[in-house]
């Protein structure tokens, strides 16, 4: 039943669910798996037949270059629904792995399906998913081409710290985030060198820090400046306190 309420609460961050959407999402069968650090959940190139709900740990999308590179494209926490649109591809254009152990909870797209048609409000709510996802990814593009290094960065945190806030996992300013510095680089387009200097400079700023696998924040307001971060693209119904 956890991954059943990881769902009801993922959709509910931006979707309205009436007490027979939720309770048809009670009735779905997940199975749970446990990852290792690095291990792939779903390869570029798979056909999928399952999709899958962050339980706990951390996992990220990623494309995998000719080079044998990666370039990360989003990074997902407990709660998060990282492949709510494989149910509509035939074929996955990016792979999913582990950052750290995680435990995911996966159920097959023919039930999903099932569950759509008797209930259409969760096929928009699920639609609405995908979508927000799409949101953050043409933010990511005009982070990574348009912003100096240190907004760039700042506006990374930012939101990783917006999301984590409305799924609750913030406590007293600060969010487990087991990203390393080689992963940030890669999300960021930026060389390791050049992920040291700039976070050297946004904590001169006093606003944030990242170090050991925590992110601090302790100027909410100057990050958000820095990293020129307006939460509306997310499309959450409410701030998160």
């Given at each position: 039943?956890?991954?059943?309420?990881?769902?009801?609460?993922?959709?509910?961050?931006?979707?309205?669910?009436?007490n027979?959407?939720?309770a048809e999402?009670?009735?779905?069968?997940?199975?749970?798996?446990?990852?290792?650090?690095?291990?792939d959940?779903?390869?570029?190139?798979d056909?999928?037949?399952?999709s899958?709900?962050?339980?706990?740990?951390?996992?990220?999308?990623?494309?995998?270059?000719?080079?044998?590179?990666?370039?990360?494209?989003s990074?997902?926490m407990?709660?998060?629904?990282?492949?709510?649109q494989?149910?509509?591809?035939?074929?996955m254009?990016?792979a999913v792995?582990?950052?750290g152990?995680?435990?995911?909870?996966?159920?097959?797209h023919?039930?999903?399906?099932?569950?759509?048609?008797?209930?259409?409000?969760?096929?928009?709510?699920?639609?609405?998913?995908?979508?927000?996802?799409?949101?953050?990814?043409?933010e990511a593009v005009?982070?990574n081409?348009a912003?100096?290094?240190?907004?760039?960065?700042?506006?990374?945190?930012?939101?990783?710290?917006?999301?984590?806030?409305?799924?609750?996992?913030?406590?007293?300013?600060?969010?487990?985030?087991?990203?390393?510095?080689?992963?940030?680089?890669?999300a960021?387009?930026?060389?390791?060198?050049?992920?040291?200097?700039?976070?050297?400079?946004?904590?001169?700023?006093?606003a944030v820090?990242?170090?050991?696998?925590?992110?601090?924040?302790?100027?909410?307001?100057?990050?958000?400046?820095?990293?020129?971060?307006?939460?509306g693209?997310l499309?959450?119904?409410?701030?998160?306190r």
């Amino acid at each position: 039943m956890e991954a059943n309420r990881t769902v009801i609460t993922k959709l509910k961050e931006h979707s309205q669910l009436s007490n027979d959407d939720v309770a048809e999402i009670k009735t779905l069968s997940f199975a749970p798996r446990e990852l290792v650090d690095h291990e792939d959940l779903i390869r570029q190139g798979d056909e999928p037949d399952r999709s899958v709900v962050v339980l706990s740990g951390w996992v990220a999308r990623y494309h995998l270059l000719p080079s044998g590179a990666r370039q990360y494209l989003s990074f997902h926490m407990p709660g998060d629904w990282p492949d709510a649109q494989a149910i509509f591809l035939d074929r996955m254009d990016h792979a999913v792995c582990a950052i750290g152990p995680a435990v995911v909870a996966s159920i097959a797209h023919k039930e999903l399906i099932r569950a759509i048609s008797r209930r259409p409000a969760l096929g928009f709510a699920i639609w609405r998913e995908t979508l927000i996802d799409a949101s953050i990814f043409r933010e990511a593009v005009t982070n990574n081409s348009a912003r100096s290094k240190p907004a760039r960065m700042a506006h990374l945190f930012c939101e990783l710290f917006y999301r984590a806030r409305a799924l609750g996992h913030v406590r007293d300013d600060q969010l487990p985030l087991p990203v390393s510095l080689v992963q940030l680089g890669e999300a960021l387009g930026m060389a390791i060198a050049t992920v040291n200097r700039t976070l050297v400079e946004l904590r001169a700023s006093r606003a944030v820090d990242f170090r050991s696998g925590t992110l601090t924040v302790h100027d909410w307001t100057r990050l958000c400046a820095i990293g020129e971060f307006d939460p509306g693209y997310l499309h959450l119904k409410k701030q998160p306190r």
